[in-house]
């Protein structure tokens, strides 16, 4: 079965960087882009953007362009997420999610989700 | 930048009939896709492609699009319906993806 698995918890001081991992089960990594969707404490649902793990090519919402890269390695089949330039209004739970069309293609919608990572920037 | 609006709260008694609308420019020439989300869960869909039904969602769920409007109707609401909904779809390039803002349903 498809799993998208995260870790817990990080805690980052402002100014820090963050890389969040999301480790794939169940399917072919390389077929499917990967999402990214945070979600700050009691508010709504925030798309920063996607990358292709067949290629690496990414594509960030403008809103974080200049401050995250997002990565893969195949080899392990895990996508990352690096934010860098935290600060408070960073604080969230960092989803990974994966595209829902079925193959070598996008659909900008998301099928399968992680259990989200908390990651809190506090001094 | 694009944005969907929903209405932040939408109530009903249970076995009554939950509507939830998302407006948007675009929406005549994008997808849109519905998520419910319960407390300390991720998100999960429930209608794709405007109207259509992943397999596992109770057929209350149904999806409708007219114009610049789609909406989320759930039939017959059971106390377990009560959740965030969003909705989610694309500007007009289809480069980047939207979320609308959410809605709270609650069952009474």
């Known amino acids: 079965q498809v799993q998208l698995v995260q870790s817990g918890t990080e805690v980052k001081k402002p100014g820090a960087s963050v890389k969040v991992p999301c480790k794939t089960s169940?399917?072919?990594?390389?077929?499917?882009?990967m999402h990214w969707v945070r979600q700050a404490p009691g508010q709504g649902l925030e798309w920063m953007g996607w990358i292709k793990p067949s290629s690496g090519g990414t594509n960030y919402a403008q809103k974080f362009q200049g401050r995250v890269t997002m990565t893969r390695d195949t080899s392990i089949s895990t996508a990352y997420m690096e934010l860098s330039r935290l600060t408070s209004d960073d604080t969230a739970v960092y989803y990974c999610?994966?595209?829902?069309?079925?193959?070598?293609?996008?659909?900008?919608?998301?099928?399968?989700w992680g259990q989200g990572t908390l990651v809190t920037v506090s001094s | 930048s694009y944005e969907l609006t929903q209405p932040p709260s939408v109530s009903v008694s249970p076995g009554q009939t939950a509507r939830i609308t998302c407006s948007g420019d675009?929406?005549?020439?994008?997808?849109a896709f519905w998520y419910q989300q319960k407390p300390g869960q991720a998100p999960v869909v429930v209608i794709y492609?405007?109207?259509e039904r992943p397999s596992g969602i109770p057929e209350r769920f149904s999806g409708s699009s007219s114009g610049t409007t789609v909406t989320l109707t759930i039939r017959g609401v059971q106390a377990e319906d009560e959740a965030d909904y969003y909705c989610q779809s694309a500007d007009s390039s289809g480069t980047y993806v939207v979320f609308g803002g959410g809605t709270k349903l609650t069952v009474l």
């Open positions: 999610a994966r595209d829902g069309c079925d193959g070598d293609c996008y659909s900008g919608s998301f099928d399968y």
């Open positions: 492609k405007d109207s």
């Open positions: 675009a929406l005549p020439k994008q997808y």
């Open positions: 169940g399917y072919t990594f390389t077929g499917y882009h």
